[in-house]
């Protein structure tokens, strides 16, 4: 029989049907839920809405973001690893929750690889470090410099004990030598409103939410965390061009679901996601916030975070970095 379009279309829609029926019942059959273990309004909750109000339309179903911060990840995180896993809770998991994984923190509330499957990934992108602007350092080296004349006069704020950005700030101190002293907060956007009053001086963040910040002249951008330049900021030099060899901190964003969520959910939820971060108006508009749109299969985004979680675990040891 010869294949045509119409044919070739039909057979891809019954198999999609085919592959979202879970449990006897086609899936999904009621609204889905995107928990997200950080603030609303902060770079990680913006990309789980982009993803969100575009799969709600490719489902059929509402698609919800259930943002819930704080406990370094644990509550939102935790929240998720008991949820029912039938296909309608997912959340999102960054590298934050790999170097978690590596310190061993929240361990008795969940263990990212034995209590999630990972579903999609999102996208990647890096950190910046940043400064109140009335720090009189205009460069990494000078930074640097001020923090040894004067010990113990620099605080440097995060998200957390244990978080990526309390790991960029430790990795820094430990290859550079510079005296700073970390101040966590419970949620990013205290930590980023302390910085810019000047409460604290000094912070490694996401580009996305650093960038409205840093272009509004309230903080001070010396560098970027990644290997390569920043397109959104392609003036600023990488740590390790300014200063600190061997410096990288990359950030990977993903979604993952509850151990046991059926694989035909899975599988259709990866192609959805893969399609949608992938569309030319979100890869924009992730690209202007210093994010890069990635497509992985669900297996390749599991061996992503076991390869994050055996880096860091050598760099925390390299580092002798801790949570306390």
């Not at 198999?15 to 990680?44: D, Y």
Request: hydrophobic share 45%.
């Amino acid at each position: 029989m010869k294949t045509t379009r119409r044919n070739t279309l039909a057979l891809l829609a019954a198999l999609t049907m085919a592959s979202t029926a879970v449990s006897g019942q086609t899936w999904p059959s009621r609204a889905l839920r995107i928990i997200t273990p950080f603030a609303a309004g902060g770079a990680t909750d913006i990309y789980a809405r982009g993803v969100a109000q575009q799969l709600q339309t490719a489902l059929g179903q509402p698609v919800v973001v259930d943002n819930r911060p704080g406990g370094n990840f644990a509550i939102g995180t935790e929240a998720a690893a008991k949820a029912e896993p039938d296909g309608h809770t997912i959340f999102t998991v960054t590298s934050s929750h790999s170097v978690l994984e590596a310190l061993g923190v929240n361990r008795e509330k969940y263990q990212l690889m034995r209590d999630f499957v990972p579903v999609a990934a999102l996208n990647q992108t890096t950190c910046v470090l940043m400064i109140h602007p009335q720090v009189p350092a205009n460069s990494v080296r000078e930074l640097i410099a001020l923090s040894r004349a004067k010990p113990d006069s620099l605080n440097y704020a995060s998200t957390g004990n244990g978080g990526m950005l309390h790991l960029a700030g430790e990795l820094f101190k430990s290859l550079s030598g510079a005296d700073l002293t970390h101040v966590p907060y419970k949620i990013g956007s205290n930590a980023r409103v302390d910085l810019i009053s000047g409460r604290v001086q000094v912070m490694f963040d996401t580009l996305t939410d650093a960038a409205a910040n840093v272009r509004a002249g309230k903080l001070r951008a010396l560098a970027t965390c990644g290997a390569k330049r920043s397109p959104i900021f392609p003036d600023l030099p990488t740590i390790a061009e300014a200063g600190v060899p061997g410096y990288e901190l990359p950030v990977l964003i993903g979604i993952m679901a509850p151990k046991g969520t059926p694989r035909a959910a899975v599988e259709r939820l990866n192609q959805e996601i893969s399609r949608i971060v992938m569309q030319p108006e979100l890869r924009e508009a992730w690209s202007k916030m210093g994010a890069e749109s990635t497509v992985m299969s669900a297996d390749e985004l599991g061996r992503a975070l076991n390869g994050e979680i055996d880096k860091w675990g050598r760099l925390i040891k390299l580092a002798k970095i801790t949570a306390d």
